[in-house]
C-alpha cells in the first residue's frame, strides 16, 4: 500500500510553485491591464469597466436603449466600452456614421454575429458572410427582392394571408368583450406571408408544415433574446458558446426540422417548375427565383465561372428569409397597432389615405401600395420611438484613422442610431409621436444616417423592400375592417425587450372595433 501510494506523491519544491503562481498571477493582471485599457491607450472615452465582465452590468436594472442614451450624454458621440473581454467602439454621429458604412465600407465590410447559436447550413446565412463571397450572393439577393415584377407577384400571396388573419380576429372577437394580444395573430400572418412568398405553398401544405417553420422562428428569435441567459452568456464569452450549445435544445430541433422540411420541399418545387402544365406567374416564388438562378464563384486556378447555388446554400438563403424579415416585421407590425391605438388623430388620417387609394373589397396591388406616402411617415416615426434595429456592428478589417479616432484590426464598431432618434436637436420633443417629422421637407433638412431604419451601405438590409410590402399589406387589411383602440390590458409605456431585435415584451393589447359599427 505504502509504495502504490508513494507513487501518486509529488516531491515538489514549494519555492518553484511560488514562483509558477506569481508569473501566473503577473501575466493575467498584465493581460487584464491591457485588454481593459485599451480604449484609454488610443485616447477614446468610456465607461469604467469591471474585470472579465467589463460594462454589461450596466445593462442589468436599466434598458440597454436607456444605457446607450445616458453614455452619449456622458462620453459624447464617440466612446468605446467593453462586452466582457471584448472592446467596442460606438458611434453616435451620422457624418461619422457615413464614414464606417459606406465612405470605408472596404474597411468595415464584416458583419458582427448576434446569434450565438447556429447550426449547418443555418451559419452559411448571407449575414454571416463576408469578402467576395457575400458580394456574389448579395448580387444575387439584390436582384432578386429589387425587381419590380418579381414583388408584384408577390403582393397577392401576403394578402392571402392578411384574410386568414382577418377572419382569425374576428373568430376571436366572437367569443371576448374585452382588449385581445394581437401579437400572436401578427406572428402567424407574418410567418404565413414568408411562407407563401418564399415557397409558395398551397393552403394544406402550410396546415401541414406551417407550424414547423413558426416555431423555428419563435425559437430562433429565442434562442439570440437578451431574457435567454445562456445566449446571453454565450455571447458575453463566445469561447463558452460550444459548450453552451447543449442547452440549446428547442432551437436545435427547431432547425434541424424545418432543415429537413427544406430538403424535402425544394426538390418537389424544382419539379414543378419544370411542368410545362404550370403558370409561372401564378406560381412564382423566391425558392423558384433561387433554384433557377446562377451566382458567380471563383474556380481554384482564380477564374471567374457561374454556377447554380447548392441545395445547402438555397436553404441558408431561405432560412435568412423565414428567419430575419419575420423577426423584423413582427416586431414593427406591433410596434405600428400601439401607436396608431394611442394616436387615434393619426389612425383616422391614415386611414383616409388608404380610403383614397384603395376601392371598397378591392384586391390591394403593388402599383397601390408604393402610394402610401403617411404609412411611410408612420412607419419611419414609430421605429424613431421603437427602433427594432437600434444600430448597426461591423469589425475592422485593417488598422486605419478616421477623423482622428485610431481604429485596430479585429475592433468591433457599433454604430448606434437609438440616442439619435431621441435628440432634441435633431427631433425636437421626441417623446411624442408625431409622422410629420417624416414628411419631404422635414427629412431634407436633417443629415442622411441621422435616421437608419435598415442600415446603409452596401451591407444595409437586403430585404428592406419585402419587409415594407408585407407591413403595408397587413396594415391596409387592418384598418379597413377594424378601428384600434387601447384597452384596460394595453400597457402604457410599452414594455420592451431584445429578442433578438427589440419588440414588445409582453405583447400589444387592443380592442379591435369594426368599422361598419365605428360608422353607425
Known amino acids: 500500500m505504502f509504495f502504490a501510494m508513494s507513487a501518486f506523491q509529488l516531491d515538489v519544491n514549494p519555492y518553484l510553485l511560488l514562483a509558477f503562481v506569481a508569473m501566473v498571477t503577473i501575466y493575467i493582471f498584465g493581460y487584464m491591464k491591457e485588454t481593459y485599457g485599451f480604449f484609454q491607450s488610443i485616447g477614446i472615452p468610456g465607461p469604467k469597466p469591471v474585470w472579465v465582465f467589463g460594462n454589461v452590468q450596466e445593462f442589468k436594472e436599466k434598458s440597454v436603449l436607456t444605457v446607450f442614451e445616458e453614455w452619449k450624454k456622458v462620453y459624447g458621440s464617440v466612446y468605446g466600452f467593453y462586452e466582457g473581454f471584448r472592446p467596442s467602439l460606438v458611434v453616435n454621429d451620422p457624418e461619422f456614421a457615413r464614414d464606417i458604412l459606406t465612405k470605408n465600407f472596404d474597411k468595415f465590410h464584416i458583419r458582427t454575429k448576434y446569434r450565438p447559436f447556429e447550426y449547418y447550413p443555418g451559419n452559411l446565412r448571407i449575414t454571416n458572410l463576408g469578402g467576395e463571397h457575400w458580394k456574389n450572393q448579395r448580387a444575387l439577393l439584390n436582384r432578386m427582392i429589387h425587381s419590380t415584377s418579381n414583388l408584384s407577384q408577390l403582393v397577392s400571396k401576403i394578402e392571402k394571408a392578411s384574410t386568414v388573419m382577418l377572419q382569425a380576429l374576428e373568430n376571436a372577437l366572437t367569443s371576448t368583450n374585452s382588449g385581445i394580444n394581437i401579437s400572436r395573430f401578427v406572428d402567424k400572418f407574418a410567418s404565413e406571408a414568408v411562407i407563401r412568398m418564399v415557397l409558395d405553398m398551397s393552403d394544406e401544405e402550410i396546415r401541414q408544415y406551417g407550424d414547423t417553420i413558426l416555431t ?26 460550444p459548450f453552451l450549445k447543449i442547452a440549446d435544445v428547442k432551437h436545435r430541433r427547431a432547425h434541424d426540422a424545418v432543415v429537413k422540411l427544406l430538403r424535402d420541399y425544394i426538390p418537389l418545387s424544382i419539379a414543378s417548375q419544370n411542368n410545362n402544365h404550370v403558370k409561372a406567374n401564378e406560381h412564382y416564388s423566391l425558392l423558384s427565383y ?43 407590425i406591433q410596434f405600428i397597432l400601439y401607436e396608431l391605438a394611442m394616436n387615434e388623430d393619426c389612425q383616422e388620417r391614415l386611414v383616409d389615405e388608404i380610403n383614397s387609394i384603395f376601392k371598397k373589397d378591392d384586391e390591394i396591388t403593388s402599383e397601390q401600395l408604393v402610394q402610401m406616402k403617411y404609412f411611410d411617415m408612420c412607419f419611419n416615426e414609430t421605429f424613431r420611438k421603437h427602433p427594432v434595429a437600434p444600430g448597426v456592428s461591423r469589425v475592422c478589417t485593417e488598422d486605419c484613422t478616421i477623423r482622428g ?15 439619435i432618434y431621441n435628440d432634441e436637436r435633431i427631433f425636437s420633443n421626441p417623446e411624442t409621436f408625431n409622422p410629420d417629422r417624416f414628411s419631404n421637407d422635414a427629412t431634407s433638412s436633417r443629415h442622411p444616417y441621422s435616421f437608419l431604419p435598415f442600415g446603409q451601405g452596401p451591407r444595409g438590409c437586403p430585404g428592406q423592400k419585402l419587409a415594407i410590402m408585407i407591413m403595408r399589406v397587413a396594415i391596409v387589411s387592418l384598418l379597413r375592417k377594424f378601428k384600434i383602440q387601447p384597452c384596460s390590458e394595453t400597457e402604457m409605456p410599452l414594455k420592451e425587450t431584445f429578442r433578438p431585435s427589440l419588440c414588445p415584451a409582453n405583447g400589444v393589447f387592443v380592442t379591435l372595433v369594426p368599422r361598419m359599427v365605428c360608422a353607425e
Open 216 to 241: 423555428y422562428e419563435v425559437e430562433s428569435n429565442w434562442s439570440a433574446a437578451k431574457d435567454n441567459h445562456v445566449s446571453g452568456l454565450a455571447t458575453l464569452f463566445p469561447s463558452l458558446a
Open 290 to 332: 433561387l433554384t433557377s438562378s446562377n451566382i458567380l464563384t471563383r474556380d481554384v486556378d482564380g477564374s471567374l465561372t457561374r454556377r447554380s447555388l447548392s441545395t445547402d446554400e438555397i436553404i441558408a438563403h431561405l432560412l435568412t428569409l423565414e428567419g430575419e424579415i419575420f423577426t423584423s416585421i413582427t416586431a414593427s
Open 405 to 419: 479616432v485610431r481604429f485596430k484590426r479585429g475592433l468591433v464598431v457599433r454604430v448606434m442610431n437609438s440616442p
